[in-house]
């Protein structure tokens, strides 16, 4: 199985700030990574899918880059609808798995 | 709107099976264009995908439940199901189903349901 490992597992961060989490494949996985938001008692929500896309409706504050192992998730100015966690999900191999997600929380 | 409903019990006792059926709504599960999964969920802990099945028969799993899992389709009522074997205390989790987008990251989850495992 590809593992992914992102960093850091908790980052504490004011409205306004610029966040940056990463996530790193045990292999290369090319641009087929996804990352979602998850707020307590809720599913997931796609935000970047292929490493950089936008999914339709995602506020522009959220990016993503990165491609063969390496890969950022970066929300420009953060807004109290975003403390969160974050997972990403690599989806190149036969076996589809996740980072252990990283928690945004208020500082 | 493509919508996901989970059902099925909350409770599963130690050594049976456990079974969800994902109902979807706003859509055909038969679209040649997505894959449909399951992932879980411990509380406090990361997503752990299940297994997938596409409109085709084709059927994939994790590895680290091959054993236990079985995923099927019932297209008359779009619905797929999720059947895991052998349960323990460490199966207890919100399971979401899920649909993926031909193959590759979900768009769209279910509102996920918490199955407990225990006597």
């Known amino acids: 199985d590809i593992q992914m490992t992102q960093s850091p597992s908790t980052l504490s961060a004011s409205v306004g700030d610029r966040v940056t989490i990463t996530c790193r494949a045990s292999?290369?996985?090319?641009?087929?990574l996804a990352w979602y938001q998850q707020k307590p008692g809720k599913a997931p929500k796609l935000l970047i899918y292929k490493a950089s896309s936008l999914e339709s409706g995602v506020p522009s504050r959220f990016s993503g880059s990165g491609s063969g192992t390496e890969f950022t998730l970066t929300i420009s100015s953060l807004q109290p609808d975003d403390f969160a966690t974050y997972y990403c999900?690599?989806?190149?191999?036969?076996?589809?798995?996740f980072g252990q997600g990283t928690k945004v929380e208020i500082k | 709107q493509v919508r996901l409903q989970e059902s099925g019990p909350g409770l599963v006792k130690p050594s049976q099976t456990l079974s969800l059926t994902c109902t979807v709504s706003g859509g055909s599960i038969s679209s040649a264009s997505y894959y449909w999964s399951w992932i879980r969920q411990p509380a406090g802990k990361g997503l752990e995908w299940i297994g997938r099945i596409y409109t085709s028969g084709s059927i994939s799993y994790n590895p680290s439940l091959k054993s236990r899992v079985t995923i099927s389709f019932d297209t008359s009522k779009n619905q797929f199901s999720l059947k895991l074997s052998s349960v323990t205390a460490a199966d207890t989790a919100v399971y979401y189903c899920a649909r993926g987008v031909a193959g590759t990251y979900f768009d769209y989850w279910g509102q996920g349901t918490l199955v407990t495992v225990s006597s």
């Open positions: 292999q290369s996985i090319s641009t087929w």
């Open positions: 999900q690599q989806y190149d191999s036969y076996s589809w798995t």
